[in-house]
């Protein structure tokens, strides 16, 4: 409790707008203002006294939750190197985890929002946020003011307080009105690129969210048959490179999508 409300108290001082926030009495409560807190901070240095707190506190969290090893996770059969897991893609110590990021690559700014981007941003830490605006400010340089990622690319960075080695971020195709080819081809760039991306790290396992689904609109059971299909193709020829995939879902509805598609239901 007392780190709880210690983080809390440096949040709000290093805040610009919220410096007059009451601090509510219960610790639940302090936790979703830290989190709330912590996604609406625009990116800029923090101090070393906020850093380590947050660090810890976040350590905690991490530790209350449960760390969720590679060798925890089963593979679909034997002779597979894919797996499907259920559950909080931020628990998982693998190579890589996948973040469904926007276009301007900050993470969500929406307090406590439950999209997979708050979630990783919200674990990882102030750092992360940071991180992702250094790169973007580099890819500013070269490409002009107005850049924003393309859908389909694929960007490496630390991961912080999470458990995993690394985060890739991707943006994934919106579905405003009709699924098209186009879309189709730039989900499948998605995994294409993660992948891709770990060949080139030496990233030996990775976790696939579900990308481009639920805000993003894509339809559930098409992004999965498209995520396997472009999975199972990649590792037909980089699979020497390659431990492990994972595909994590949170739903039970995508669980059984993923079980159909998987021919493990």
Not at 213 to 218: D, I, R, S, Y
């Amino acid at each position: 409790m007392e780190k709880t409300s210690e983080l809390l108290k440096l949040l709000i001082a290093d805040s610009k707008q919220h410096k007059s926030i009451t601090i509510p009495a219960s610790e639940s409560e302090q936790k979703h203002l830290i989190r709330g807190l912590m996604n609406i901070r625009m990116p800029r240095e923090l101090s070393d006294e906020l850093m380590d707190l947050q660090d810890s506190y976040l350590q905690d969290e991490l530790k209350e939750k449960g760390v969720v090893q590679l060798s925890d996770i089963p593979t679909i059969n034997e002779q597979s190197k894919l797996s499907l897991w259920q559950g909080d893609i931020t628990r998982l110590k693998v190579g890589a985890i996948v973040n469904a990021a926007n276009s301007q690559m900050l993470g969500c700014f929406v307090p406590c929002h439950r999209c997979i981007d708050n979630a990783i941003h919200s674990a990882a830490g102030i750092q992360l946020r940071n991180e992702c605006n250094r790169i973007m400010g580099n890819r500013r340089i070269q490409h002009g003011k107005s850049y924003e990622e393309p859908t389909g690319t694929a960007t490496l960075t630390n991961a912080y307080n999470l458990p995993c080695d690394y985060v890739i971020h991707t943006v994934g195709p919106i579905v405003y009105d009709r699924l098209n080819d186009t879309l189709c081809q730039d989900l499948r760039n998605c995994y294409e690129n993660v992948l891709q991306c770990c060949v080139d790290n030496n990233i030996k396992s990775v976790a696939f969210c579900c990308i481009s689904t639920g805000e993003f609109h894509f339809p559930n059971d098409k992004a999965a048959e498209i995520a396997y299909d472009t999975v199972t193709s990649f590792l037909q020829s980089h699979g020497s490179h390659m431990e492990r995939v994972i595909f994590n879902v949170f739903k039970d509805s995508d669980r059984e999508i993923y079980e159909n598609v998987l021919g493990i239901a």
